[in-house]
């Protein structure tokens, strides 16, 4: 029997960047709000605490602050005529766990979007034809527009406490020649922090695409390029390069977080509550199986909590607001077969590719250094700032060195054809270490019939309720697009003048592998749009059929960007949470009428 809980005005199933800046607004509201994490409490004191965390068995080969998979997974399997089998060892994406989520361990590299990809369809027949987007090929429009988000991605960049330069502010040039991105939309404001410095890898990256008549940037970056004060009131040390990033608690406070930028001042109000190892079910429905009654989660001592709320907001990472739609029955379950449902569609991931350069011991790029979010990019093949006509493919990719430090387990690289052992591989080891770059294409990947999440008919997790099943492969449109990226960006790799180059891009008729790390950047499943009968949540990430339920996230995403999602994630929660507080609250129901 439940223990059922007093009731709240709302309650948050996930503490990453969604809850949290949900948390945020919903209280500045006045609303009473419990926000739920299934992992443990953690925070940059102590988890944070140096020396321990520049620990890389601990955190990148043991993965502390990951999923453990043991308990939760999913299972995958490449098509519906395979068997999907849990992947219980964390490869290519890395959910997070506990306060934080994946906003504790991210890199901090802050994009907005290209708005031509909040229009993927509409652009893309506009100037190619109907015809040119393959019948499996299931992108389509956010539903929402750049001009829209501008204001919700302005505030979100000073609440992260972004480094980075503008190329226009409200029209004017004030980037050129200072390391902006002559691509970019317009935007109201500047960053809040200038740039980063550049990496030595970056410098070179810079010069050898400018050689080949590319237009390089400086990528915006959640880490600090000096010390800075967030709207919230919290504070944040400059970036000291340790190379301890990706994967780490930041211990000099200087990576944008949830701990680091929200969390404490949701600490000062006496209406949250942040309640960790709070693992949630499911959400309740009333017997209409319209509305939203509360969530039911286990508690650490193992003990079955009912919270009742008057608005549930599912923000986990996209796998787990997909599943708690499904195991809740909010929403029709997407059918590959006939094309119907919604529940599960259009699940995307990135499309990547990598090339190293080699060099000789005269040229000293100190790999051991970096900052998530650190480096220089172009976007002279991303969205469509290219003639796609002649290519046959969808899609575009930024490409760049972000030099956010190689470590020495997992970040040992080597030329082709090194001994895996021996002395042969130590010298190289020796000779390579501190003298590579690596340089990578940030592919956007598109949405297709095939690559859905549904619910696992056989396996099932601790607490014995079924699996999430990824159905999910390469298409001949992503390995088109991934190796026209290779060959541009293997113009920049030529151009540094390396003693030698490794090439690792996807082969024809390549199949996904689960084992080496790709990105975390996962997307759809529970996607918005204008059209009930296509998209699960409305324009404002509230959910068609249960409309006291809001679904932020990069489950939302119709299609994969070409730039990393957490902008948008957040500018889109904070754009849902403007929606909630002037519109919802004052009338509570649908804020778009199917």
């Given at each position: 029997?439940?223990?059922?809980?007093?009731k709240?005005d709302?309650?948050?199933?996930?503490?990453?960047?969604t809850?949290?800046?949900?948390?945020?607004e919903?209280?500045?509201?006045?609303?009473?709000?419990?926000?739920?994490?299934?992992?443990?409490?953690?925070?940059?004191?102590?988890d944070?605490?140096?020396?321990?965390?520049?620990?890389?068995?601990?955190?990148?080969?043991?993965?502390?602050?990951?999923?453990?998979?043991?308990?939760?997974?999913?299972t995958?399997?490449?098509?519906?005529?395979?068997i999907?089998?849990?992947?219980?060892?964390?490869?290519?994406?890395?959910?997070?766990n506990?306060?934080?989520?994946?906003?504790?361990?991210w890199s901090g590299?802050?994009f907005r979007?290209?708005?031509?990809e909040?229009?993927?369809r509409?652009?893309?027949?506009?100037?190619y034809?109907?015809?040119f987007?393959?019948?499996?090929?299931?992108i389509?429009?956010?539903?929402?527009?750049y001009?829209?988000?501008?204001?919700?991605?302005d505030?979100?960049e000073?609440?992260f406490?972004?480094?980075?330069?503008?190329?226009?502010?409200?029209?004017?040039?004030?980037?050129e020649?200072k390391g902006?991105?002559?691509?970019?939309?317009?935007?109201?404001?500047?960053?809040?922090?200038?740039?980063?410095?550049?990496?030595y890898?970056?410098?070179?990256?810079q010069?050898?695409?400018?050689?080949?008549?590319?237009?390089p940037?400086?990528?915006?970056s959640?880490?600090?390029?000096?010390p800075y004060?967030?709207?919230?009131?919290?504070?944040?040390g400059?970036?000291?390069?340790?190379g301890f990033c990706?994967?780490?608690?930041?211990?000099?406070?200087?990576?944008?977080?949830?701990?680091?930028?929200?969390?404490?001042a949701?600490?000062?109000?006496?209406?949250?509550e942040?309640?960790?190892?709070?693992?949630?079910?499911?959400?309740?429905?009333?017997?209409?199986?319209?509305?939203?009654?509360?969530v039911?989660?286990?508690?650490?001592?193992?003990?079955?909590?009912e919270?009742p709320?008057?608005l549930?907001?599912?923000?986990?990472f996209?796998?787990?607001?997909?599943?708690?739609?499904?195991?809740?029955?909010?929403?029709k379950?997407?059918?590959?077969?006939?094309g119907?449902?919604?529940?599960?569609?259009?699940?995307?991931?990135?499309n990547?590719?990598?090339?190293?350069?080699?060099f000789d011991?005269?040229v000293?790029t100190?790999n051991?250094i970096?900052?998530?979010?650190?480096?220089?990019?172009?976007?002279?093949?991303?969205?469509?700032?290219?003639d796609?006509g002649?290519h046959?493919?969808?899609?575009?990719?930024?490409m760049w060195?972000?030099?956010a430090g190689?470590?020495?387990?997992a970040?040992?690289?080597?030329?082709p054809?090194t001994?895996?052992?021996?002395?042969?591989?130590?010298?190289?080891t020796?000779?390579y270490?501190?003298?590579?770059v690596?340089?990578d294409?940030?592919?956007?990947?598109?949405?297709?019939?095939?690559?859905?999440l549904?619910?696992?008919?056989?396996?099932?997790d601790a607490?014995?309720?079924?699996l999430?099943?990824?159905?999910?492969d390469?298409?001949?449109?992503?390995?088109?697009m991934?190796?026209f990226?290779?060959?541009?960006?293997?113009?920049?790799?030529?151009a540094?003048?390396?003693k030698?180059i490794?090439?690792?891009?996807k082969?024809?008729g390549?199949?996904f592998?689960?084992?080496?790390?790709q990105t975390?950047h996962?997307?759809?499943?529970?996607i918005?749009?204008?059209?009930?009968?296509t998209?699960?949540?409305?324009?404002?990430?509230?959910?068609w059929?249960?409309?006291?339920?809001?679904?932020p996230?990069?489950?939302?995403?119709p299609?994969?960007?070409?730039?990393?999602?957490?902008?948008?994630?957040?500018?889109?929660?904070?754009w849902s949470?403007?929606a909630?507080?002037?519109?919802?609250?004052k009338?509570?129901?649908?804020?778009?009428?199917?």
């Amino acid at each position: 029997m439940a223990t059922i809980m007093k009731k709240v005005d709302a309650v948050i199933v996930g503490f990453g960047w969604t809850g949290a800046i949900m948390a945020k607004e919903l209280t500045e509201a006045g609303l009473h709000v419990v926000a739920l994490e299934r992992g443990p409490m953690q925070d940059t004191y102590p988890d944070g605490n140096y020396p321990q965390v520049i620990d890389e068995l601990t955190y990148s080969v043991r993965k502390k602050l990951f999923q453990d998979v043991s308990k939760e997974t999913v299972t995958i399997r490449h098509s519906v005529n395979d068997i999907a089998l849990p992947n219980r060892q964390l490869g290519a994406f890395l959910p997070g766990n506990g306060v934080g989520g994946a906003g504790l361990h991210w890199s901090g590299v802050h994009f907005r979007v290209d708005p031509i990809e909040l229009r993927m369809r509409s652009h893309y027949e506009e100037r190619y034809g109907k015809n040119f987007i393959p019948k499996d090929m299931t992108i389509q429009d956010f539903g929402v527009s750049y001009e829209e988000l501008e204001p919700f991605f302005d505030y979100a960049e000073k609440v992260f406490g972004t480094s980075g330069q503008a190329w226009t502010v409200n029209g004017q040039r004030v980037g050129e020649g200072k390391g902006g991105n002559p691509y970019a939309p317009d935007r109201s404001s500047h960053f809040p922090l200038e740039s980063q410095k550049n990496t030595y890898s970056a410098q070179l990256f810079q010069k050898a695409a400018a050689d080949v008549g590319y237009k390089p940037y400086n990528l915006p970056s959640a880490n600090t390029s000096g010390p800075y004060t967030n709207p919230y009131g919290a504070q944040m040390g400059p970036c000291n390069f340790c190379g301890f990033c990706s994967g780490y608690v930041c211990y000099m406070y200087s990576k944008a977080s949830p701990n680091v930028n929200i969390l404490p001042a949701l600490r000062q109000v006496p209406n949250f509550e942040l309640r960790p190892n709070s693992h949630v079910l499911k959400v309740n429905l009333d017997s209409t199986k319209r509305k939203a009654t509360g969530v039911t989660y286990i508690d650490a001592q193992g003990r079955e909590i009912e919270q009742p709320a008057d608005l549930v907001i599912l923000g986990a990472f996209q796998f787990h607001n997909v599943r708690l739609m499904l195991l809740s029955g909010i929403g029709k379950p997407y059918d590959p077969i006939t094309g119907e449902g919604v529940v599960g569609k259009n699940f995307a991931y990135q499309n990547m590719a990598t090339i190293k350069a080699y060099f000789d011991k005269d040229v000293h790029t100190n790999n051991f250094i970096g900052a998530g979010g650190n480096g220089v990019a172009v976007d002279d093949f991303n969205a469509d700032n290219f003639d796609h006509g002649p290519h046959g493919f969808v899609g575009g990719s930024p490409m760049w060195v972000n030099q956010a430090g190689s470590r020495p387990i997992a970040g040992t690289s080597n030329p082709p054809g090194t001994p895996a052992w021996g002395s042969a591989w130590k010298r190289a080891t020796a000779d390579y270490y501190t003298h590579q770059v690596s340089m990578d294409a940030h592919g956007a990947h598109q949405s297709y019939r095939g690559n859905y999440l549904d619910l696992d008919p056989v396996y099932r997790d601790a607490y014995g309720l079924p699996l999430l099943r990824m159905t999910f492969d390469w298409q001949e449109n992503d390995i088109k697009m991934n190796r026209f990226m290779v060959e541009k960006m293997g113009k920049i790799a030529e151009a540094m003048n390396p003693k030698a180059i490794a090439v690792l891009g996807k082969k024809v008729g390549e199949h996904f592998n689960t084992a080496s790390y790709q990105t975390t950047h996962l997307n759809g499943g529970a996607i918005m749009g204008t059209d009930p009968k296509t998209s699960a949540v409305n324009r404002y990430l509230q959910c068609w059929d249960v409309h006291n339920v809001f679904v932020p996230g990069a489950s939302a995403f119709p299609q994969g960007l070409g730039y990393n999602p957490t902008g948008l994630v957040a500018a889109l929660t904070y754009w849902s949470a403007r929606a909630i507080r002037e519109q919802y609250l004052k009338n509570p129901g649908p804020l778009v009428q199917a």
